[in-house]
C-alpha cells in the first residue's frame, strides 16, 4: 500500500503491456494484450487458461466459456458481503452480452502472477480497490471474449465479423444465421487474441447502472451458501483452540485428564503458545477446553495494562516523528496569525469482530496440504502455511470461500497458520472454529491514535497554516514487513497529506507508536477512518469558532467540485439552513476517499443529558458511474452503521495483559432499536467508478459528534460516547 497505490495511478498503455506480460499471465491476454514477444513469455500461462477443464473454454484467465453456453468468470476477489463478485459478473456481462442467469462464478486461486491487484500490488481484497481496480480489465476481458466469438461465427459462416452481432450468448448473422456462443467456443479459443478492443459507451449499457439483484442473494436467503464455518470434508474433526490470553505467553503445562473424558474428544494438541482439541462436534471441543487445567508463561506483558498503553501513547506526541507532507511555510504562518487554535483528537483500539468468528477447514499429509478457507490475502496464506508445514508452495492448496464478514480481519493469516499447524500433527483433516471470546481476544486490532492539528486563522477565522500530528501504531509495517524508505506510514496519513480544504501552509507528521502487547491491522475505513474524524471535528470546531455556518464554512475552503457537490445536496435534502427545536442537533462531514465523494449528515434529539435519540441518518456520495444502484446503497447503510457503531460504543482495553472485551455484551454493535433507516442518495456521474465498501463508515463518527454538539455544546474529541456515559435509545 504505496503511495503510489493511494493514488490509484493511471497507467500508460505501454506500463499496461509491462503488466501484462511480467505480472498478470493470462488475464492480460484478455484484457489490456501484451506484445508477440510477451506473448512468449507467458505462453505456459496461456496453455492453463486455454485447458480450464469441464468442457470450458478459456478466455484470460477471468473468462471461461462452456461448450453449452454457460460463462464461467473467475474472481479474484473474494466475496465476503459487499457484493463484488456480482459487480464482477456484470461487468463482464455487459461486455460480452449476456444475461445474469448466464453467468456462474469461480473464486480464483491463489496466483500473484494471474490475480495481481494493479492497485493493491498483490491478489487481495481490500481497501475498497475491487471495483476500481477491475473496472476496466473485467469489461475488456468480456468484449475480447465477445469479439473472438464474433470472429469464429465469421469464419464459419464465411462472411466479415462487421457483418455480425451477439445478443444474450449467440452471435446473429445478416441472413439470419444464429450460433451460441457454446457451440463456436472451441473454435474462437484457438483465435489470436485481438490487440484493439474497444468497450462499449456508457451510453450503450444495458446492465451496468441498473439496479441488479446480488449473485449470492438466494443461496444465502436459503441456505446453501457454504460459508467455511458450514463446510464438511470426509473424514473431518472439529478441532477449538485456547491461545495464550497475552499476547507474549507461552504453553508451561498442561493436564488433559479430564478433558479426554468428554464423549467426542480425540485428540489433544500441545502448540507453542495454545492447546487444541479435536472432537467430534464444536460442543465437545468447548467443553474439552473449560476442562483442561492450563499453566500459562504469561511473558514480558504480563503485567501490561490500557493505561501504560495510553501513557506510552502521550508520551510518544511529544516526538517529532517524520515529516509527511511540508508545503508552505507553517512557522511564519503560525507567527503571523490573527490568531491560533489547536486540539487533540484520541481514538481507541478496536476489533473487527466479524459475523463469523475465525475458522479454517485444513487437511496436511506427506504430499501436501489442502485449505478451504476464506482469505482476502490468499497468496500470503499459501506461503505461510508453506513455511509451517515444510511443504512447497505448490503443494499448498487453497480453495477460497464465501466470507461472512471481514472487515480488514481477514487480510491476516493467523488462524489459518494455526489450523494448518493443528492439522500436521493429525492423521485426518480438521475444521478449526474459533469461539467467539478467542476471536475477540485475539484479533489484530485497528490501533489507537492520537491527532493534535494546530492552526493559524486570519481575520476571518480562515485557516492560512496547518500543522497535523498523528501518533499511533504503524498498520502497514506490520503487514509488509517495514515502513517505505520516507518511513512514513501511508494509511496513517492518508487524508491527512491531501485535505479537501484550501490550506496554504500545510505540515503532517507521522510518529509512530505500535502498541506493542497487542497485533495491529487494517480495519474497514482504514486511514481515512481515523483522520476523517479529526479533520471533519477541527473543521466543524473553526467554523463555530469563527461563528460561520458550518456548511458554508466548508464550502468556502473545498476546490473539488464533486466534493462541494456532495455537501451542498446533503444540505438541500436535509434542509439544513431550517433551525431546529432546543435539545435537537445537527451534524455533518464530508470527505474524498477512496476515489469517492460523500457527505454524511445526523440529525439527533437529546432526550436528557446523556441520552441520544439519533433520528435521521442521510449519505450522499458521488462514486462516478454506479456499476448497481442497489449493491451501492446497500453498502454505504452498512457502512454508516459500522462507523456509528464505533464512535457510540466500540473500544478494546487491556488489563493485566489480557483483552477485557470478550463477546458483544461488552462490545456493542449498533441495533435497529438504535438508529433510524440510512438515507442514501447518489450522485448521477459518467466518470470511473470509485469505492463504496468503506466510504459509508468514514465521516459517521464526525457528523454524530458534530451533531452532538450542535445540540448540548459540548464538543467530544475522544471516542467512544459510551467512555462519556452516553447511550441511544
Not at 456484470?90 to 444475461?99: K, R
Not at 512514513?488 to 505540515?507: M, N, Q, R
Not at 470478550?662 to 433510524?676: E, G, I, T
Request: with cysteine.
Amino acid at each position: 500500500m504505496s503511495n503510489e497505490k493511494l493514488s490509484s495511478p493511471q497507467l500508460s498503455r505501454r506500463r499496461l503491456l509491462q503488466v501484462g506480460a511480467i505480472s498478470m499471465g493470462g488475464l492480460i491476454l484478455s484484457t489490456w494484450i501484451p506484445s508477440a514477444a510477451a506473448r512468449s513469455k507467458a505462453g505456459d500461462a496461456l496453455a492453463q487458461v486455454r485447458n480450464p477443464g469441464q468442457n470450458f473454454e478459456g478466455f484470460g484467465a477471468f473468462v471461461q466459456i462452456a461448450t453449452d453456453g454457460r460463462v464461467r468468470v473467475v474472481s479474484s476477489k473474494i466475496e465476503m458481503g459487499q457484493g463484488i463478485q456480482t459487480g464482477i459478473a456484470m461487468m463482464v456481462a455487459e461486455e460480452l452480452e449476456i444475461g445474469m442467469d448466464q453467468v456462474e462464478i469461480q473464486e480464483a486461486p491463489p496466483d500473484n502472477q494471474r490475480y495481481i491487484d494493479p492497485l493493491l500490488h498483490m491478489q487481495g481484497t481490500g481497501g475498497s480497490f475491487s471495483t476500481r481496480s477491475t473496472w476496466e480489465p473485467l469489461r475488456r476481458a468480456g468484449a475480447t471474449a465477445r469479439m473472438m466469438l464474433i470472429q469464429a461465427a465469421a469464419l464459419k459462416w464465411q462472411i466479415a465479423p462487421a457483418q455480425c452481432h451477439a445478443k444474450n450468448g449467440q452471435v446473429f448473422g445478416p441472413q439470419g444465421q444464429v450460433a451460441g456462443y457454446g457451440e463456436l467456443a472451441e473454435a474462437a479459443a484457438q483465435l489470436p487474441i485481438p490487440t484493439d478492443v474497444p468497450l462499449k459507451n456508457i451510453a450503450d449499457f444495458t446492465l451496468l447502472g441498473k439496479p441488479v439483484q446480488r449473485l449470492d442473494t438466494p443461496h444465502k436467503v436459503n441456505g446453501q451458501a457454504k460459508f467455511t464455518i458450514d463446510l464438511q470434508v470426509p473424514d473431518m474433526l472439529i478441532a477449538s483452540t485456547l491461545t495464550c490470553p497475552v499476547l507474549s505467553g507461552k504453553l508451561r503445562a498442561v493436564d488433559e485428564g479430564q478433558a479426554r473424558q468428554i464423549p467426542g474428544v480425540r485428540d489433544i494438541i500441545k502448540l507453542d503458545n495454545a492447546v487444541a482439541v479435536t472432537a467430534t462436534n464444536f460442543w465437545a471441543c468447548q467443553q474439552a477446553l473449560k476442562a483442561l487445567r492450563i499453566e500459562w508463561d504469561y511473558g514480558e506483558y504480563a503485567d501490561a495494562d490500557s493505561s501504560e498503553l495510553n501513557k506510552r501513547l502521550q508520551d510518544a506526541t511529544r516526538r517529532d516523528g517524520v515529516i509527511a507532507k511540508n508545503r508552505g511555510d507553517i512557522k511564519a504562518a503560525l507567527k503571523s496569525a490573527n490568531q491560533s487554535f489547536e486540539a487533540a483528537y484520541e481514538q481507541p483500539l478496536l476489533s473487527h469482530s466479524p459475523l463469523e468468528p475465525m475458522g479454517c477447514v485444513a487437511h496436511v499429509t506427506a504430499d501436501g496440504c489442502e485449505l478451504w478457507v476464506g482469505s482476502q490475502a490468499p497468496v500470503f496464506a499459501q506461503a505461510g502455511v508453506s513455511k509451517i508445514t515444510g511443504l512447497p508452495v505448490e503443494k499448498i492448496t487453497l480453495h477460497n470461500q464465501l466470507i461472512g464478514g471481514a472487515f480488514g480481519r481477514r487480510l491476516e493469516s493467523d488462524f489459518i497458520f494455526q489450523a494448518a499447524d493443528i492439522a500436521r500433527h493429525v492423521s485426518y483433516p480438521i475444521k478449526l472454529i474459533w469461539s467467539r471470546e478467542e476471536d475477540m481476544t485475539h484479533d489484530y486490532y485497528r490501533p489507537h491514535y492520537i491527532d493534535k492539528i494546530q492552526v493559524a486563522l486570519d481575520e476571518k477565522g480562515l485557516p492560512q497554516g496547518w500543522e497535523h500530528s498523528i501518533t499511533g501504531g504503524s498498520v502497514f509495517a506490520n503487514f509488509f514487513g517495514q515502513l517505505p524508505p520516507d518511513n512514513v506510514d501511508p494509511d496513517a496519513v492518508e487524508i491527512a497529506v491531501t485535505p479537501i480544504y484550501k490550506l496554504p501552509s500545510l505540515l503532517v507528521r507521522f510518529i509512530r507508536e505500535d502498541p506493542k502487547i497487542v497485533q495491529i491491522s487494517w480495519l474497514r475505513g482504514v486511514g481515512p477512518l481515523r483522520s476523517t474524524f479529526a479533520l471533519e471535528s477541527f473543521i466543524d470546531e473553526l467554523a463555530h469558532n469563527a461563528q460561520i455556518d458550518p456548511v458554508e464554512y466548508r464550502a468556502n475552503l473545498i476546490e473539488e467540485p464533486r466534493t462541494l457537490a456532495v455537501l451542498r445536496k446533503a444540505a438541500e435534502l436535509v434542509d439544513w439552513h431550517k433551525p431546529l427545536p432546543l435539545g435537537r442537533g445537527r451534524g455533518i462531514a464530508v470527505s474524498s476517499v477512496f476515489g469517492s465523494h460523500i457527505a454524511t449528515v445526523v440529525e439527533l434529539q437529546m432526550e436528557d443529558k446523556h441520552c441520544i435519540r439519533i433520528t435521521r441518518l442521510l449519505s450522499v456520495i458521488d462514486c462516478g458511474f454506479v456499476n448497481n444502484p442497489t449493491s451501492v446503497q446497500s453498502q454505504i447503510e452498512g457502512g454508516t452503521l459500522f462507523g456509528l457503531s464505533s464512535t457510540l460504543f466500540n473500544e478494546i482495553s487491556l488489563k493485566d495483559g489480557q483483552v477485557e472485551q470478550k463477546n458483544f455484551n461488552n462490545y456493542r454493535v449498533v441495533r435497529m432499536s438504535d438508529v433510524p433507516s440510512v438515507e442514501v442518495h447518489l450522485m448521477p456521474s459518467l466518470e470511473t467508478p470509485g469505492g463504496v465498501g468503506e466510504a459509508g463508515a468514514v465521516p459517521a463518527a464526525a457528523a454524530l459528534c458534530n451533531a452532538l454538539y450542535a445540540a448540548t455544546n459540548v464538543r467530544i474529541r475522544r471516542l467512544p460516547l459510551s467512555r462519556f456515559g452516553y447511550y441511544t435509545i
